[in-house]
């Protein structure tokens, strides 16, 4: 677990109540929906190429792929302007969030930030560059949050304050890794690359717009579709505002799980597949055991005192996201024990099954707050509908990595359930007892 990921943690868990203290749900509801969209468009504008970064291991192919990424960005983006400009207003009127304005033309530019950054990421990964991005990770969140709190203290506290807040963020940390981060990075990025070795390139990652890229998409979206559907189907832009603030604690476990044990540990299963299978069999099984341990302690601190804590740490005017947040935990649970191993997937090729666990995931998740919303039930029933559902999608999604590398998925199978009923009876314990 690296610093840089506990100083952001220690960061984020800094300003939220603060933030939280400025910008109200409906603030938050308005700036989830259009990050929702920078999100999902973000994640098709290099057509899946970022993720094979971290595989290439010479030289040259890491330079076509660079040039594959920048190459597909400049074509889509320009798509996703023209769509943006002739169906923005559309968007925000099915969206009920018509306030948000011309802010919906930031959406383009936004996406392209990201889908840079995430180059950025990928490249990092593949040069270990662990310690050196430690090192401006930490001021960059901290100044952003900052410039987040005088803007929404002093000059307005809606949503664009946010918005401001992600552009500093994706396009600040994408310069920083190709003009310091990264040897030589913005040469190598622009090198001139023959067409013969863009077209190897092509195809030894010919899978990759096809199922990578759909199921990344499938995987954004679908973590994307509660906040664009609740607004869109119950006419209240503040259910968004809670299901992100709700997802927000929740999501930071997996923001620290993502940058610090799953960086390395994809580093290093590229490193043992396929010449060290039983290394990898016994690092794999070691590392989701240990995570199987820390998804039982947040689901019994925020399953059973969410509703408590979010109204003490965050104000009383957020209660509802945490009593959202307590259902929702039911489903992170499986998330955080197999997230980080999902990139096993990719190590052992694996694409068409990352595709297809990626669209019952999206299904689930569609047809959770689709099914609810329709029949008019109330939010926090939606929201536990939403988690069970997806909860039993999640749980054998997070344990299909340890098949890959040849294990057993029954002991596993066995002991996640066991912890997990465990771990819900300590919550709704408390419950029990904090109740009234």
Not at 214 to 231: D, H, I, M, Q, W
Not at 233 to 239: C, E, P
Not at 324 to 331: C, D, G, I, K, P
Request: net charge neutral; with cysteine; proline share 3%.
């Amino acid at each position: 677990m690296s610093m840089s990921s506990l100083w952001n943690m220690g960061i984020q868990i800094i300003f939220f109540p603060i933030l939280a203290r400025i910008y109200d749900p409906e603030a938050y509801g308005t700036f989830s929906v259009i990050n929702s969209a920078v999100m999902i468009t973000g994640t098709v504008l290099t057509l899946g190429y970022t993720r094979a970064i971290v595989l290439a291991k010479e030289e040259n192919m890491l330079q076509a792929l660079l040039r594959l990424c920048l190459r597909s960005l400049v074509w889509t983006s320009v798509v996703l302007f023209l769509i943006t400009v002739a169906f923005g207003d559309l968007f925000l009127e099915l969206m009920n969030a018509t306030y948000a304005g011309y802010w919906v033309y930031s959406i383009p530019v936004l996406a392209i930030l990201l889908a840079l950054d995430q180059i950025g990421v990928q490249w990092s990964i593949r040069e270990k560059l662990f310690k050196k991005v430690s090192l401006v990770e930490i001021p960059l969140a901290l100044g952003s949050k900052l410039f987040n709190v005088g803007y929404g203290k002093f000059i307005s506290a809606q949503a664009d304050g946010l918005i401001l807040t992600s552009a500093i963020m994706y396009g600040g940390r994408f310069l920083l890794f190709v003009t310091g981060l990264i040897d030589n990075g913005w040469k190598r990025m622009t090198h001139a690359i023959s067409q013969e070795s863009l077209q190897a390139a092509k195809e030894k990652f010919a899978n990759y717009p096809r199922y990578i890229l759909t199921s990344g998409l499938l995987n954004t979206a679908s973590s994307y579709v509660p906040v664009l559907l609740l607004p869109a189907m119950t006419g209240n832009t503040s259910y968004a505002g809670f299901f992100t603030y709700a997802l927000i604690v929740l999501d930071l476990p997996v923001r620290l799980l993502s940058s610090g044990i799953a960086s390395v540990f994809l580093q290093r299963s590229t490193e043992l597949w396929p010449d060290q299978p039983e290394a990898l069999q016994e690092r794999t099984l070691k590392l989701y055991y240990r995570l199987l341990l820390i998804a039982a302690g947040v689901v019994v601190v925020i399953g059973g005192a969410g509703e408590e804590i979010y109204a003490i740490v965050f104000s009383e005017q957020w209660a509802e996201a945490g009593a959202a947040a307590s259902f929702l935990v039911l489903s992170y649970f499986f998330r955080y024990a197999g997230m980080p191993l999902s990139s096993l997937f990719l190590t052992t090729a694996k694409e068409r099954e990352l595709f297809i666990f990626q669209a019952l995931l999206f299904l689930s998740r569609l047809l959770g707050i689709a099914i609810p919303a329709y029949l008019g039930w109330a939010f926090l029933d939606i929201i536990f509908f939403y988690s069970v559902l997806t909860a039993a999608v999640t749980f054998i999604f997070g344990l299909w990595p340890l098949k890959l590398t040849g294990l057993s998925l029954w002991k596993p199978a066995f002991i996640t359930l066991a912890l997990f009923i465990a771990s819900c009876a300590l919550a709704f314990g408390i419950q029990f007892i904090l109740s009234p």
